[in-house]
T-cell receptor, first 114, second 106 residues
Framework: DVKVTQSSRYLVKRTGEKVFLECVQD?????MFWYRQDPGLGLRLIYF???????EKGDIPEGYSVSREKKERFSLILESASTNQTSMYLC?????????????FGNGTRLTVT | GENVEQHPSTLSVQEGDSAVIKCTYS??????FPWYKQELGKRPQLIID?????GEKKDQRIAVTLNKTAKHFSLHITETQPEDSAVYFC?????FGAGTTVTVRA
């Protein structure tokens, strides 16, 4: 069974702090994704990566960056945390496929910025 | 991102009744149409998916139907049970619908 592990379940940070959210998957998946989930808005794509050292902007990349130095690890970075980045952050991975493939999600990190 | 509209946003059904959730999408670039279920406090998980070479797929009490001409696909849950209470999301390419909160009343 695919396991996607997010390093923290809950995180509280101060405005202006640099925040790192870590995600590791154990199934050798090429594709990895970061979403944020807010009530009534569903899941919105922040960044994604189809290969090591590769990254693509999603729909809401402003205020975020990512790092993928190893295939199994995909990090989300909040350069200077702001209160509007308080949210649930979900990491996901999938196998490559031109016809699409299911996303496997981690348990999420609930980030509160005060 | 892609425009994915999901309706209704909330759905309350009596146990044993059916539930239907519909998603519409804007282009014809993808042939993959998944549905995810998220129970309270848990991660979203795939429950069923369909590829565009078929019009319907069924797995026990859940089914997905696809109308490529009209650009919509639907999730059908029959004989609903309390454990079906959750938030359901459709997805198209990498975009998700806003979600449907389903409540099954005993």
């Amino acid at each position: 069974d695919v396991k996607v592990t997010q390093s923290s379940r809950y995180l509280v940070k101060r405005t202006g702090e640099k925040v790192f959210l870590e995600c590791v998957q154990d199934m050798d998946h090429e594709n990895m994704f970061w979403y944020r989930q807010d009530p009534g808005l569903g899941l919105r794509l922040i960044y994604f990566s189809y290969d090591v050292k590769m990254k693509e902007k999603g729909d809401i990349p402003e205020g975020y960056s990512v790092s993928r130095e190893k295939k199994e690890r995909f990090s989300l970075i909040l350069e200077s945390a702001s209160t509007n980045q308080t949210s649930m952050y979900l990491c996901a991975s999938s196998t490559p496929g031109t016809e699409g493939s299911p996303l496997h999600f981690g348990n999420g990190t609930r980030l509160t910025v005060t | 991102g892609e425009n994915v509209e999901q309706h209704p946003s909330t759905l309350s059904v009596q146990e044993g009744d059916s539930a239907v959730i519909k998603c519409t999408y804007s282009d014809s670039a993808s042939n993959y149409f998944p549905w995810y279920k998220q129970e309270l406090g848990k991660r979203p998980q795939l429950i069923i998916d369909i590829r565009s070479n078929v019009g319907e797929k069924k797995d026990q009490r859940i089914a997905v139907t696809l109308n490529k001409t009209a650009k919509h696909f639907s999730l059908h849950i029959t004989e609903t049970q309390p454990e079906d209470s959750a938030v359901y999301f459709c997805a198209y390419k990498l975009s998700f619908g806003a979600g449907t909160t389903v409540t099954v009343r005993a």
